[in-house]
């Protein structure tokens, strides 16, 4: 089905906010939270009347190009997010729904999606939009030439036959088998053939002026010299008319001057993925909206390993390490814990397979169940295999360039070792690990993370053939499942599939999940309407953001 994953492993998370921890809304939380004011009654009552006007100053970070099929900044994909759209988005869940389709059906046997698109849609330059912009930005992604972002699952996906405009408004994505994600195909950002046909394939295409079908539109052309870009109301958008009017872009070099023209003033927002101080704790016109990233860290049992072939033993640990205490000390609770590597954001996840809450009086009596415990008094668990004594005592590798895992590694150690497990923490250059220790098994456990697509794919880390399974993860009936997952198309048969699957990696739990990581939307108090944010998509939900006043 083609690489539906970007991977980034060990990343180093370095989007650093001083000072936020005023008006959290988390994500649990969000909605009564919206509802807080140090304001008085008649003033909230005022409030919750938006009123059409006023100017949003945001910042946009590094700009590489305008192209949203070629931009590599996640800034930049937030920005043209404002500008362009897709066939279809995804929603809070993860879950695709119609965006510039107003519909779609699928085919008895799962081989024809047809994609009903809205009439009457216009470019911002005026021109109708049709199918024939679609087919042009999809064969552009299936060319591979652009390196895209969204060309994962439709470059050199062998399911996928073509997609066929059947007339202006109609067009059917054909496939050689079905598919469970081919909505999630359709999410890519549609750009218009009329003004990049022409300057294709001899490129150029960088940097023409983004002309979307959005709910905000630019002003004038693209000056970055100036520092600042200008969007105003795209009035002709399909759906309900922004109330905001214009909105102001000012460029910043990094994220350290953003982060600095917010708190001046110069700017109304920041999106940030860390949140550690609490400057911010007294001033009432800061507000925060957390949300869930694709950022997930776990630590990766080699299962060659005497210590972890057990699956009783592995599920011990992990009652024995304290999640919790991790995500306070490290990351000021701006992560959430997890036992499967699936979002809790999607519409996938199943909550009923969190299970692994710490209680390390459990994981001692499923230790001694499994054969450990301190015959000699030592202070170490031991146990006899094949007729030798050995201690349990293993090494944590990580990244030595990631504080925040060494960090954690220190307090796994710190609470295997109370309950008689001796860890050594040894933190390794990250290109070590990746052409040596990796690749031949010299570990006995590596504390990582990757970067995981929006829709879940188990495949390339628990498959027993999958390409990053490093573990040597076998297990033939979770093989089956993420077989026969790919290609399910019905809703419910999907869910019920992954179920099971997240049923059975909590059963076997071949690798420790430990979180994912939280990011953060910080917004000066006079911005209502916001709900909550998702991933490369802050501004998802705009039109029905407003100016307080």
């Known amino acids: 089905m083609g690489k539906r994953l970007l991977m980034l492993f060990m990343a180093i998370y370095m989007a650093v906010l001083p000072g936020c921890v005023a008006k959290t809304i988390s994500v649990e939380e969000q909605q009564p939270l919206l509802e807080q004011s140090n304001k008085n009654k008649s003033e909230q009552a005022e409030e919750a009347v938006p009123k059409k006007g006023g100017m949003l100053t945001i910042p946009l970070v590094q700009p590489d190009v305008f192209n949203p099929l070629m931009t590599k900044s996640k800034d930049m994909v937030n920005f043209l997010g404002l500008i362009f759209e897709g066939v279809m988005r995804y929603d809070q869940n993860q879950k695709p729904q119609p965006c510039l389709a107003e519909s779609y059906e699928v085919s008895e046997d799962g081989t ?24 042009f930005t999809f064969d552009i992604l299936r060319s591979g030439t652009l390196n895209s972002f969204y060309q994962n699952g439709i470059y050199a996906n062998t399911y996928i036959q073509d997609l066929v405009p059947k007339d202006d408004y109609t067009i059917c994505l054909n496939l050689n088998f079905p598919i469970s994600n081919a909505l999630d195909i359709m999410t890519f950002p549609v750009i218009p053939k009329a003004v990049y046909e022409s300057v294709l394939p001899g490129g150029g295409i960088e940097n023409i002026v983004p002309i979307g079908t959005g709910k905000y539109k630019m002003e004038s052309t693209i000056s970055i010299e100036d520092g600042e870009i ?181 307090l796994i150690k710190r609470q295997l070792g109370e309950i008689g497990i001796q860890v050594d923490v040894e933190p390794t250059p990250w290109q070590e690990l990746k052409e040596d220790h990796i690749p031949k098994g010299s570990f006995d456990t590596i504390l990582m993370g990757y970067y995981l697509s929006v829709f879940p794919d188990l495949e390339f880390m628990l498959h027993s053939s999958g390409d990053q399974n490093f573990i040597k993860y076998t297990n033939p009936e979770l093989d089956g499942l993420i077989f026969q997952s790919k290609t399910i198309y019905n809703e419910e048969e999907l869910k019920d599939a992954y179920r099971q699957m997240q049923k059975l990696i909590s059963i076997e739990m071949p690798i420790m999940s430990l979180y994912f990581r939280t990011a953060c939307l910080v917004t000066k108090d006079k911005i209502g309407g916001i709900g909550t944010p998702r991933e490369l998509d802050i501004y998802g939900g705009i039109e029905e953001w407003y100016i307080k006043r």
């Open 112 to 135: 024809i999606w047809t994609f009903h698109l809205r009439k009457g849609v216009k470019w911002h330059d005026g021109t109708p939009f049709t199918s024939q912009d679609v087919k």
């Open 230 to 410: 200008r969007l105003v109301r795209n009035n002709d958008w399909w759906g309900k008319s922004p109330f905001i009017d214009t909105i102001l872009v000012r460029i910043y070099e990094d994220n350290d001057k953003a982060r600095a023209a917010f708190q001046t003033g110069s700017i109304d927002l920041v999106d940030t993925e860390v949140v550690f101080t609490n400057i911010y704790e007294q001033e009432p016109d800061v507000r925060l909206y957390r949300y869930l990233t694709s950022k997930y860290d776990f630590l990766a049992f080699n299962l060659r390993s005497p210590l972890f072939s057990d699956a009783k033993v592995r599920k011990a640990l992990a009652y024995a390490i304290d999640r919790k205490e991790i995500m306070s000390m490290v990351f000021l609770n701006n992560g959430q814990a997890v036992d499967v590597p699936i979002n809790p954001s999607s519409w996938l996840y199943d909550s009923s397979y969190r299970i692994y809450d710490y209680d390390p009086e459990k994981a001692v009596f499923m230790l001694k169940e499994a054969g450990w415990s301190d015959s000699d008094g030592d202070g170490i668990l031991d146990k006899d295999i094949g007729g030798k004594k050995v201690d349990f005592k293993f090494t944590i590798k990580t990244n030595e360039d990631n504080d925040e895992r060494r960090d954690t590694a220190l």
